[in-house]
């Protein structure tokens, strides 16, 4: 059996993301994403990015939790912005949810 697939439904996100990616290469932004389980070590390694290099270069941080703010609590001590996304449930963010916080992020 042959499914076609019609339509892209994640079109209009990787459209968004191409405009991220633009958005950051004109600023001259060096962007990564850290992904992993919870308990993993993602907000650990952020502590210890942003105690190294917070005071040499410029860094932000975009927060995605499910529900709560705690990490990004954790990351508003270093002098960096810190930016918290809640997605309600959500494993991922979604670019558009990214494209209105880069609109926030002094870049």
């Known amino acids: 059996m ?11 996100n990787e459209q ?22 919870p308990g993993c070590g ?6 210890y990015l942003l105690s190294e290099l917070g005071q040499e270069i410029n860094l932000a941080v975009i927060e995605g939790d499910l529900y709560t703010r705690r990490d990004a609590e954790r990351l ?9 996304i809640n997605t309600q449930g959500a494993c991922h963010l979604e ?10 992020l002094d870049l």
Do not use: H, M, P, W
């Open 42 to 47: 993602k907000t650990t390694l952020l502590e």
């Open 95 to 104: 670019a558009l949810s990214i494209q209105q916080v880069l609109k926030k």
């Open 16 to 37: 968004r993301a191409q405009e991220n990616k633009s958005i950051l290469e004109q600023a001259d932004v060096f962007a990564f994403d850290i992904v992993g389980s």
């Open 2 to 12: 042959k499914v076609e697939v019609e339509k892209n439904l994640l079109a209009k």
């Open 76 to 84: 508003e001590g270093y002098g960096s912005q810190v930016i918290q």
